[in-house]
């Protein structure tokens, strides 16, 4: 699993990995926040009512669920198993919380931090994605405040620097789990 503050550039290390190491599969999210444009239902995140993902919650479906910013964020069993089954592994996506609910109920998964090299460029992120108003940027950055304090929790830390670098880090940290 990949962790890490919002904007720190999880989404875009993950598609170098999965394109240059076979046989891994993004574990696609359920979320109650509504798509951003150009997101597409069952591909970027499968997109929920707040009543939709609360029946999840009651139903047991989630491996881990997490409020971020306001809106709910949760990995479905089902998807992480069917993407377990169809290769040599499946790479979560998701935040702090999650990530140490995932550690404690599967030990044995990788989990790596991304981390910005400075909390301005952190900011400089955010507001360059352009996707969330100001307030929300600000949310997301006292978010990502709390987030980063959570670094030392986890055994591999990659610092979004140069993304090539970081990109290889990452791809390093993966082939030596799966094949080692
Ligand atoms: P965004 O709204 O920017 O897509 O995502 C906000 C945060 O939620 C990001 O840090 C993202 O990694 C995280 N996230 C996405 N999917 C999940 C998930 O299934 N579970 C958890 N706990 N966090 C997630």
Redesign the pocket.
């Known amino acids: 699993m990949i962790?890490?503050?919002?904007?720190v550039g999880?989404g875009t290390l993950i598609r170098g990995l999965l394109e240059r190491v076979a046989g891994l599969g993004l574990?696609v999210?359920?979320?109650t926040?509504p798509p951003?444009a150009g997101e597409r239902d069952g591909v970027d995140?499968y997109f929920m009512t707040p009543e939709e993902f609360e029946a999840h919650v009651a139903a047991g479906d989630f491996v881990?669920?997490?409020t971020?910013?306001g809106?709910q964020?949760?990995?479905l069993r089902s998807e992480l198993e069917r993407r377990l089954a169809a290769g040599r592994g499946a790479v979560?996506?998701?935040?702090v919380?999650?990530?140490r609910?995932v550690r404690s109920a599967m030990p044995d998964a990788v989990a790596v931090f991304i981390a910005p090299p400075s909390r301005e460029a952190l900011r400089a992120r955010l507001l360059g994605r352009g996707t969330d108003s100001a307030a929300q940027v600000d949310a997301?950055l006292r978010m990502a405040e709390r987030e980063i304090e959570a670094q030392p929790e986890f055994a591999h830390v990659v610092v979004n620097d140069r993304l090539e670098h970081a990109t290889e880090e990452l791809i390093g940290i993966v082939r030596a789990a799966i094949d080692p």
């Open positions: 962790t890490g503050p919002s904007g999880k574990s999210s359920a979320t926040r951003r995140y881990e669920h997490a971020y910013s809106q964020y949760g990995t979560l996506e998701i935040e919380q999650g990530a609910q997301r």
